[in-house]
């Protein structure tokens, strides 16, 4: 099983400030990662797949890179709508795995 | 618009049955492979279950494994999870997500609004 593991858990962000948000997977995971936002009582949101394309509708303020172990999600300038919960998930093999998740919260 | 509706959670004793549907709607059910998602109170996502477009590959999650089947009826655009031998290590929102393709083991652009199960006596 593919480990992914995210950080920090909890980021303390001022709106309009960049937040660097970091995956880590235990093997390679190629490209095949992608990004959800969940906010309090919501269903998660695809952000981002194949590590750097965005989702329909993602504002530009969200980008992300990477590549085998190591990926990290962007989110440029804060905006009140972007404090949540962010997980990376891998689907290069099974099962699929998600990360333990990173908290945006506001500074 | 593409919708997913779940429904079936409920408060159930350990070791009992549950039976979780998802009802698609705004797009052809059969041309996406689909999955169960789980979130315990206050945790993480974890991938429970995925069956192809088809419905003839299914994959589980090994803390389910032998316990839960997925199911799928394209004709009534309806996704199913049987629970069995419920655990209170099963409770969670359960979420039917939608996957990329046919073929499953991707990750997910639709995402229901989930349904509670909890597992207690």
């Known amino acids: 099983e593919t480990v992914m593991t995210q950080s920090p858990a909890t980021l303390s962000v001022s709106p309009g400030e960049r937040a660097t948000l970091s995956c880590r997977a235990s093997?390679?995971?190629?490209?095949?990662l992608a990004w959800y936002q969940q906010k309090p009582g919501q269903a998660p949101r695809l952000l981002i797949y194949?590590?750097?394309s965005r989702a329909t509708g993602i504002p530009a303020r969200f980008s992300a890179r990477g590549s085998g172990t190591e990926f990290t999600l962007t989110i440029s300038s804060l905006q009140s709508e972007d404090f949540a919960v962010y997980y990376c998930?891998?689907?290069?093999?099974?099962?699929?795995?998600f990360g333990g998740g990173t908290k945006v919260e506001i500074k | 618009e593409e919708q997913l509706l779940e429904s079936g959670g409920a408060l159930i004793q350990p070791g009992g049955s549950l039976r979780l549907s998802c009802a698609a709607s705004?797009?052809?059910?059969?041309?996406?492979?689909m999955s169960w998602v789980r979130q315990a109170p206050g945790k993480g996502l974890e991938w429970v279950s995925a069956?192809?477009?088809?419905?003839?590959?299914?994959y589980y999650a090994d803390s389910v494994q032998g316990r839960f089947t997925i199911s799928r009826d394209n004709s009534k655009s309806t996704l199913y999870l049987q629970m069995n031998s419920l655990r209170a290590e099963d409770t969670a929102i359960y979420y039917c997500?939608?996957?990329?393709?046919?073929?499953?083991?991707?990750?997910?652009?639709?995402w229901g609004q989930g349904t509670l199960v909890t597992v207690s006596s």
């Open positions: 997500a939608k996957d990329l393709a046919a073929t499953a083991g991707y990750y997910f652009d639709y």
């Open positions: 069956i192809s477009g088809g419905g003839y590959t299914t």
């Open positions: 998930q891998q689907y290069r093999s099974w099962p699929l795995t």
């Open positions: 194949g590590t750097s």
């Open positions: 705004g797009f052809t059910l059969g041309n996406y492979a």
């Open positions: 093997q390679s995971v190629d490209s095949n």
